[in-house]
């Protein structure tokens, strides 16, 4: 018998177990603080899991995690070194990130942010609109959910970039890499999207440099981690007028407390981290996929690379 202990705050236990039941029936599933005998736990399903609880566990083979970024489980000090930590990737996922990425864009593309305002004041203000074939949208990292926002993006017509660590290409898409790339591409878009994992490298991104980089008036939208954005920088940018407004769905502290500048900020827009919600029916055939592969002794799909940090 093989057997799964899920521990999350905030995922829906019950959903989860329907649909592990669905995608592999031979598991045995259990919950935390529900998990009975530890040693007889084979994979940790986890999700910001109490810390301690994966090292608790004498013969975990794996831990599967609750989400693409994995900044959850390194978070735990008592976290087994040499244990296999398995990304979240899921084409639902990709696509629930992009659709956000796309209204996020098209928010601010379409002036949504300027006719809210004007309708407030009871005024019929007509906007002239921009001609979208001459609009660049950047993507900072083009990986499972960047190169799908990239994907969605060019095909509504925008000229879109992207930006990952090492050289790429991708159809349609002007690719950029490297430190000297990112300041290439971000001189050449009105819009730029952050689809970052939070690394050593990538923390504090999108800071000064960044976006005094970006034409004037310029858009950002951050779907990755609140760790990419340094909020002082953001809000000199917005009160100068570099930058046009922000969409926020994350924050460098969750939930944003209440007295953060943010909140009441006429050019901010924010949402509480919902831009991609993990579907236990869809991510529960790469959860089992997974499972059976290592127990055929073949390595897990998206391990998580310790070297890179992602
Ligand atoms: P992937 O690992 O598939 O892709 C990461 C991309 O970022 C790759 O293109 C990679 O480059 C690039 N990258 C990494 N480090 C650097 C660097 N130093 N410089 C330039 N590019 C870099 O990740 P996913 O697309 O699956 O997920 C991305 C992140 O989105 C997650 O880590 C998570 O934090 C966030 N997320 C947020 C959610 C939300 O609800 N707000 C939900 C889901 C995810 P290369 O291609 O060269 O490797």
Redesign the pocket.
């Known amino acids: 018998m093989t057997t799964i202990l899920m521990a999350s705050h905030q995922d829906p236990v019950d959903l989860w177990r329907d649909a592990l039941a669905m995608e592999m029936p031979e598991l045995e599933f259990r919950a935390h603080p529900d998990g009975g005998n530890l040693a007889e736990i084979d994979y940790a399903l986890v999700y910001w899991a109490p810390h301690g609880l994966i090292a608790s566990l004498p013969n975990v083979k794996a831990v599967l995690s609750i989400?693409?970024?994995c900044?959850h489980i390194l978070a735990d000090p008592q976290l087994p070194p040499h244990l296999p930590i398995v990304?979240m990737?899921d084409d639902f996922?990709?696509a629930m990130?992009a659709e956000y990425a796309v209204y996020g864009v098209l928010h601010f593309h379409r002036d949504m942010h300027y006719y809210r305002r004007e309708q407030l004041q009871s005024q019929w203000s007509r906007a002239w609109p921009l001609y979208t074939p001459d609009t660049s949208v950047g993507i900072?990292?083009?990986?499972?959910?960047?190169g799908d926002c990239a994907r969605k993006l060019g095909a509504l017509g925008f000229q879109v970039h992207g930006?990952?660590?090492?050289p790429?290409s991708m159809e349609g898409v002007i690719c950029h890499?490297?430190p000297d790339g990112?300041l290439e591409m971000a001189r050449q878009c009105r819009y730029l999207v952050c689809?970052?994992?939070?690394?050593g490298?990538?923390r504090g991104i999108i800071n000064e440099r960044l976006i005094s980089a970006m034409p004037k008036g310029g858009f950002i939208i951050n779907?990755?981690?609140g760790g990419h954005q340094v909020d002082d920088d953001l809000l000199a940018g917005l009160d100068s007028g570099q930058l046009g407004g922000v969409f926020l769905?994350?924050f460098n502290q969750e939930p944003l407390p209440s007295e953060h500048p943010f909140w009441q900020h006429e050019k901010v827009w924010l949402t509480p981290?919902?831009?991609?919600e993990l579907m236990p029916r869809s991510c529960a055939k790469s959860v089992a996929a997974n499972i059976r592969r290592i127990e055929a002794g073949e390595p897990a799909l998206d391990l998580f690379d310790k070297e890179?940090g992602?």
Request: positive net charge; charged residues 20%; without cysteine.
């Open positions: 989400a693409a970024g900044d990304r990737v996922l990709a990130m900072l990292g083009l990986g499972a959910i960047g930006w990952s660590r090492g790429k890499h490297g990112l689809v970052l994992p939070l690394t490298e990538t779907i990755a981690r769905d994350v981290h919902v831009a991609g890179r992602y």
